[in-house]
């Protein structure tokens, strides 16, 4: 029997949906059941903070004026994936939606001893009081907080994150004069992966020698081109000649790869599906799009995701 037109590319597209759902929903399962995982990603929670101010600038409104402390050189913690971004944008969502009336926001870091352990402490602090102590109580009650708006996680999800960082979660709460948040998080002698070295200001001093790349794109001229030029900085290069070998290569060397540099247009699967599909399995692996054709070429009927954007320069 002859197979009806796209059928291929539909079926891959309900594949992908479903795939995703089911990651997305066991990543909220174990963060709110608190079960184990490996932290295997150390990074720096002040660049983190400091990568943050964009969102939350977008989630204090603009009646209220955020402080953001960055005293500390370098606060050096054990993760994985952006679960501890999530964390950090629940609490500034949860924070920033009681207490209104408030006019300023806190964010600090410092380094603090708990029971003879020492901890990275993120303080989160209003000036004005919008909770009452009932509200305190309920903060991390599953059946008592609604998820709060957008893709942010709730409380009680947030809680659990922490505990499988080994942390634990302080709420400062006085009537009258504000909320504050701590987080802590044990500090770890780890020091983050540094993938690039080099001087941004000179290209020529630019090396890639820790990085490990994926290439997908279904051309084999711009295969061999950008790999070769990623083997010339010193990267460890990859290559898939569509969408499907990608996702094995991921099955085989998910541990090693820094980054997917893939193409937009590909047939079967495009590489924004590619994107959905490795990402919800593998949040630790950075993503980039290429593409021949501009924005409102061949690939302006793909949605792209919401945090990328064209840029039409070459790269």
């Known amino acids: 029997m002859k197979r009806p037109e796209g059928a291929d590319s539909v079926s891959v597209l309900k594949i992908s949906e479903t795939v995703k759902r089911v990651c997305d929903f066991n990543a909220a399962l174990m963060d709110f059941c608190g079960v184990h995982v490996d932290l295997k990603q150390a990074i720096d929670l002040k660049a983190l903070l400091m990568d943050e101010k964009a969102a939350f600038y977008n989630i204090v409104p603009d009646n209220m004026t955020l402080h953001l402390s960055d005293n500390e050189s370098a606060a050096h913690v054990m993760t994985y994936g952006d679960a501890l971004r999530k964390v950090m944008r629940a609490f500034m969502q949860h924070l920033v939606q009681s207490s209104k009336g408030a006019t300023g926001i806190y964010v600090g870091l410092q380094r ?51 505990g499988q960082h080994g942390g634990f979660i302080e709420v400062d709460h006085q009537p009258g004069m504000g909320t504050t948040y701590r987080i802590y998080l044990p500090c770890s002698d780890a020091v983050p992966k540094q993938e690039i070295q080099g001087d941004a200001s000179n290209p020529a001093s630019i090396r890639l020698s820790d990085s490990t790349i994926l290439i997908v794109d279904d051309d084999i001229g711009i295969l061999d081109i950008v790999s070769s030029m990623l083997k010339d900085l010193g990267a460890d290069v990859l290559m898939a000649k569509h969408a499907n070998e990608a996702l094995l290569i991921m099955d085989e060397h998910e541990s090693q790869i820094d980054l997917v540099l893939s193409d937009i247009v590909m047939p079967d699967m495009n590489g924004v599906q590619l994107y959905e599909l490795i990402t919800a399995m593998s949040p630790d692996v950075r993503f980039m799009f290429m593409s021949a054709f501009p924005g409102r070429g061949q690939a302006s009927p793909i949605t792209m995701p919401g945090r990328y954007r064209f ?5």
């Open 112 to 162: 603090a001893v708990h029971s003879g352990q020492d901890y990275w402490r993120i303080a989160m602090t209003s000036d004005v009081d919008g909770m009452n102590e009932a509200d305190i109580h309920c903060l991390f009650d599953p059946y008592s907080l609604v998820t709060a708006k957008d893709d942010s996680l709730a409380l009680p999800q947030a809680q659990g994150i922490v």
């Open 311 to 315: 840029n039409s320069q070459a790269v």
